[in-house]
């Protein structure tokens, strides 16, 4: 018996090393290759010479190679200790064409695509190119495009790749069908979701096309509102959107479940930072026992939370948020838990989206530095001066975990958008001629975040021009530099003089610390005042040039919660300007501005604005009529720019004093489809004082002028338009009125 295992081991060795040498790879055969080198096909199939070779290894190289999309076809053979691999590579595109597309340019089809020129040939590329842009067409509401790729073959393996593209009508949505609801209306809901019913007053609007995702996004909106009217168990039981018979047009249909309603149970605090104060959390926090829930509130509390853990020093921070069954029925009891978490540094900052703002543009605003420890609130602050700037879309900072637990990567991701303006305005008056205002204005220039405006208006009395250029950070410092140039002609009507302001100015603005800035400037301008051949005695004594030498400042205070739309908090500027270093001008001028923010509601803004200044004359000098402070236009909204206030035969002097208070509000007219943003107003002001005697007998008392009205703005397609329309409540007998304004801006 010992003989026979003895036997049976002995052949068992032989043959398994007789077969071993049999199958070892000697040699590896590689034909076909053209521009990959036999080298590097070796290495992505993973084999060397010495290795065994088995039908497994056969098939990891087959998958290994195929997995490179480099290769249209491969064939593995093994005889004699050769491997002998076949292949043929994929060619090369040459170009890549877009055939039959008009509703979506080529342009935007480029982005979504990976194959371009000069890259190698896939058909799953292919496949899934197709489906980024039948995905985009379906954004559009084009659900039934179809795209088809069609290959031309070309010498050296290169191809030239066109995608055939037959576009579909846009899907509408036709109607939008509501069930279950008991406690808000249909209505009420339709009035929540992004898509709308197909109207005859939505043909500039996309909010009807027909849309999987936007309905999504519609069912957590919906979602959203009823838990934070009390209804926590709320859920959608099932969603269709079907087609309608020999139609293009979609009927969607959302089946509810409301649930019941619930009221805040008990709220607690527990937390484990000393700084922290459980009973002043919750007495600070919006959370009331014994009121409706609202999820909104939870998320307001935590944000309430870190941000007093931030001013306490604690940067790290873990919230736990617990909701557990209340002692009374319907009731949710909320407990929130405060731990400190463990410490993070920033690993790296990438900027990604700009394609054309150069990337420290972006990353100057960003408050924190590579190494810095991790902070919430730095974040959230350079997103907001990034969204400040005006020049993007959307900006989003994204936190990416890295393979070390104690870093993270930033990933500032920004869209571009026309930062050039070409405006046009203009005003109507039922007491005054037409005016018209031309203007060119580049926010971002060259990419580098500089400012270059060029504004001019006309009237039948007036021409004025302004030029001025900004390099927001000089020498690569927060140090922004300002110069302008300026010229303005008047020749008003039923006076015998004409007046012609030409200036020039520089200035400098610098931060002091996150919320305070100062201004430093200079200016330097004439103003010339010249009377006719039939000028009377008093019109001649006004003649004359004078030249005004100013260095001033500007001290601002900032502690709104965002500089982009605030909600809350206050801003506050102190400005004042000495003339008479040189020129033939001494004053003083005085001026200050308030501007108040309170949230009144999840929907409504509030904002109170206060402004107001003085100028006076020195050294027995007085102030020249060109540098009086002017209402109207914008600023007292419903007179005509620079036409309210003290008058000289038909011309408008201004005064030396000035102040504006405003009341506004945001309104909410569901409109939103539209992007457009609808403001009430009630303005009040006035402008008053002559302090020279030789300008006689002319009305310069303080006398209130107020008006009401609605302030719409619209980013229509073709650049944002404003229009105001104004009622005035209160007004003088020599004032201008300006019911209706409106400017349109094309941006490019």
């Known amino acids: 018996m010992k003989k026979y295992l003895l036997f049976l081991l002995l052949y068992l060795f032989l043959n398994n090393n007789l077969y071993a040498n049999e199958n070892i790879i000697n040699s590896i055969s590689i034909e076909g290759v053209q521009r990959i080198d036999k080298e590097t096909v070796t290495s992505y199939a993973n084999i060397s010479k010495g290795d065994i070779y088995t039908e497994e290894i056969g098939n990891n ?412 950070y000089f020498n690569n410092k927060p140090l922004s530099l300002t110069t302008n140039l300026y010229s303005n002609f008047t020749d008003p009507n039923n006076v015998n003089y004409e007046t012609e302001d030409l200036g020039f100015g520089l200035s400098s603005s610098f931060p002091l610390s996150t919320d305070r800035y100062l201004e430093l400037r200079y200016s330097l301008f004439t103003a010339k005042i010249k009377a006719n051949s039939s000028a009377t005695a008093y019109e001649n004594a006004l003649a004359g040039t004078d030249t005004v030498s100013s260095l001033g400042y500007t001290l601002a205070f900032d502690k709104r919660n965002s500089r982009y739309k605030p909600s809350n908090g206050f801003n506050f500027k102190l400005s004042q300007d000495l003339a008479g270093l040189g020129g033939t001008s001494y004053y003083y001028r005085n001026s200050f501005e308030f501007n108040y923010y309170k949230r009144l509601s999840n929907r409504l803004i509030g904002a109170y604005k206060l402004h107001g200044g003085n100028i006076n004359g020195y050294n027995d000098k007085y102030s020249p009529l060109s540098s009086n402070f002017k209402l109207g236009g914008k600023k007292l909204r419903g007179f005509k720019s620079g036409k309210i206030g003290p008058k000289l035969g038909n011309s408008y002097t201004g005064g030396q004093y000035f102040y504006l208070t405003s009341l506004e509000t945001n309104i909410d007219l569901n409109i939103d489809a539209f992007d457009i943003t609808t403001t009430a107003f009630i303005d009040v002001g006035s402008v008053w004082g002559l302090e020279n005697p030789a300008y006689g007998s002319i009305d310069d008392k303080h006398e209130a002028r107020s008006s009401i009205g609605i302030n719409l703005n619209w980013d229509s397609a073709i650049g944002p338009i404003n229009i105001i329309y104004a009622n005035i409540l209160k007004s003088n007998k020599n004032d201008t009125s300006d019911n209706l304004y409106f400017d349109i801006g094309y941006n490019f």
């Open 61 to 472: 190289v087959l998958r290994n190679l195929f997995e490179t999309n480099l290769f249209s076809n491969i064939q593995i053979s093994f005889e004699a200790n050769i491997l002998n691999i076949k292949i043929q590579e994929n060619p090369t595109i040459n170009l890549v064409k877009f055939y039959g597309n008009s509703k979506i340019k080529d342009e935007d089809l480029e982005i979504e695509i990976s194959l371009k020129e000069r890259s190698v040939y896939s058909r799953s590329k292919v496949k899934k190119d197709i489906e980024r842009m039948l995905s985009l067409y379906q954004r559009a509401g084009r659900l039934s495009t179809e795209i088809n790729p069609k290959l031309e073959m070309l010498d050296n393996n290169r191809v030239n790749l066109t995608y055939e593209i037959t576009e579909s009508d846009v899907a509408k949505v036709s109607n939008i069908v509501i069930l279950g609801n008991s406690v808000f209306s249909t209505s009420k809901i339709k009035s929540i979701m992004k898509t709308k019913e197909k109207t005859l007053l939505r043909f500039l609007s996309s909010s009807d096309n027909y849309d999987p995702d936007k309905l999504e996004y519609d069912k957590q909106l919906i979602t959203q509102f009823y838990n934070n009217n009390g209804y926590p168990e709320f859920k959608f039981t099932s969603s269709i959107a079907q087609l309608k018979a020999n139609t293009n047009n979609f009927e969607i249909i959302l089946n509810l479940s409301e649930g019941n309603q619930f009221n805040f149970g008990k709220f607690d605090v527990e937390s484990e930072l000393k700084k922290i104060d459980p009973e002043y959390v919750k007495a600070i926090s919006p959370i009331k026992e014994g009121n409706i829930f609202n999820r909104s509130l939870i998320k307001e509390s935590i944000e309430q939370l870190k941000e007093l853990a931030q001013l306490e020093g604690y940067s790290f921070i873990e919230i736990d948020t617990n909701l557990l069954d209340g002692n009374e029925e319907n009731s949710v009891d909320v407990k929130l838990l405060i731990n400190e978490g463990p410490r993070v540094y920033v690993n790296k900052i990438n900027i990604a989206g700009n394609t054309r703002t150069v990337d420290k543009v972006i990353r100057r605003e960003v408050k924190l530095a590579e190494g810095d420890p991790y902070n919430k609130y730095s974040i959230d602050y350079s997103k907001d001066i990034i969204r400040a700037l005006n020049y993007f879309k959307q900006v989003e900072i994204n936190e990416v975990r890295t393979d070390f637990p104690d870093k993270i990567n930033l990933e500032v991701n920004v869209e571009e958008k026309n930062t050039g303006e070409a405006s046009i305005g203009a005003g109507y008056s039922s007491a005054n001629a037409a005016s018209l205002n031309l203007g060119l204005r580049e926010n971002n220039f060259l990419g580098k975040g500089q400012k270059v405006k060029f504004d001019t208006s006309f009237s039948n009395t007036r021409t004025a021009y302004d030029i001025s250029i900004t390099e927001p």
